[in-house]
């Protein structure tokens, strides 16, 4: 098939694919610069950016230069499209918001939660907002917020599925059945849902679906389906240009199907992760304790949860993987090399053009 360009407002991304936020630090400047650079949507995660001991004074501070300086590198790299991703979980999310449409990002992903509130901090209509969902129910929740309270609406929804990577929308109950909640199936919801309201916007509002599409196959079954484009995190992390240690990208490489496990987060949602020591010993102990200096989540009790998130994923972005949660996609089990990002994206067109 052909590839089709993805339009998100007046952003004209040459190729369907956005690649996803992943924190802590996976996606930084130098995997999103390079993904733009290919004519895709290149994301930095803005979550736990921040140096951990400086954090402890002034965790906001800290955290929004950290990310400035990271749009800046990426800009400095790339004339293509950057996007910042943030969780609607962080208590600093506004904060990030507001420096990034600053630094003249035009669009915003949000996700960990629903992002129902993000519109009141973004005033210019020309930053596209693009909320994380898990189904139609919950586009319709933050369409109708998003429309009663602030008189605006989407300019893209991520459909996030249950093959996805890090924190995922669905119950350990619901994530038993992957099939019921394939993207496959759940797109028909979404783009249902989301009609009224393209109708009464007067606008498209392009449907990406994530979580789990491995190859140009996948995104072209997609697009056959009625997406308007993919959001792709876990093949991302073996590239050259990924932000994360070696040892992180090897994690992934040694892999296997049976390593691959569903955990749960401080962030009050499951995850996926790579088992490891950290994940075995938790398993024993059942909580680790906990010294939190800032409080980076909205949810966390740091009294209360069994270990601090933040902590585990900077150690997993460090190489120190004894110690951390490794997050990752269904698929991770299937990548074998480590290419470049140029390498990776010509793949894909080329399975979509061959599909
Ligand atoms: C290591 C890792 C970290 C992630 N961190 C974030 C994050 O900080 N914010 C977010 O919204 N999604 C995060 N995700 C989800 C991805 O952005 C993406 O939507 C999802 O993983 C897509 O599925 P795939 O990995 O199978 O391609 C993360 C995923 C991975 C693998």
């Known amino acids: ?39 895709g949507i290149g994301t930095i995660a803005s979550v736990g950016i921040g140096d951990i001991e400086a954090s402890k004074h002034d965790y906001e501070r800290i955290s929004r230069e950290a990310m400035v300086r990271e749009i800046h590198r990426a800009q ?22 507001r420096a ?123 697009l056959l389906a009625g997406a308007s484009g993919v959001q792709m995190a876990t093949r991302f992390v073996c590239t050259v240009e990924c932000d994360v240690s070696q040892k992180f990208k090897q994690a992934y490489l040694d892999a296997e199907e049976k390593d691959i496990v569903i955990i749960d987060s401080p962030v009050g949602l499951p995850g996926r992760a790579i088992r490891n020591k950290f994940l075995k010993n938790l398993k024993i102990k059942g909580k680790l304790k906990i010294n939190c200096p800032y409080k980076c989540l909205s949810t966390c009790n740091a009294n209360e949860a069994q270990y601090c998130i933040a902590l585990a994923l900077v150690n997993a972005y460090f190489g120190d993987l004894d110690n951390s949660v490794i997050f990752c996609g269904q698929n991770a089990f299937r990548i074998k090399k480590i290419v470049s990002v140029k390498e990776l994206i010509n793949e894909l067109i080329s399975e979509i053009e061959a599909f």
């Open 100 to 222: 990034a449409v600053k630094e003249g990002i035009k669009i915003i992903v949000a996700g960990a939660s629903l992002p129902l509130r993000l519109p009141a901090v973004v005033e210019d209509s020309s930053v596209n907002l693009l909320p994380i969902i898990s189904c139609g129910r919950a586009a319709k929740l933050v369409l109708r917020a998003w429309d009663k309270r602030y008189g605006r609406t989407a300019d893209g929804i991520i459909l996030e599925g249950p093959l996805a990577g890090g924190h995922l929308g669905f119950s350990r109950e619901q994530l038993k059945e992957p099939e019921k909640y394939s993207l496959i199936n759940l797109l028909p919801d979404v783009i249902e849902a989301i009609k009224a309201y393209e109708d009464k916007f007067g606008k498209k509002i392009p449907v990406i679906v994530a979580g789990g599409i491995y190859d140009g196959k996948d995104i072209a079954r997609m």
């Open 1 to 39: 098939m052909k590839v089709p360009k993805l339009q998100i407002g007046n952003i004209i991304s040459e190729i369907p694919i956005l690649q996803g936020g992943m924190g802590v630090r996976v996606s930084l400047s130098s995997l999103a610069s390079a993904v733009a650079n290919e004519g």
């Open 76 to 97: 400095n790299l790339t004339d293509g499209h950057i996007a910042i991703n943030v969780m609607a979980v962080l208590s600093n999310v506004n904060d990030l918001v």
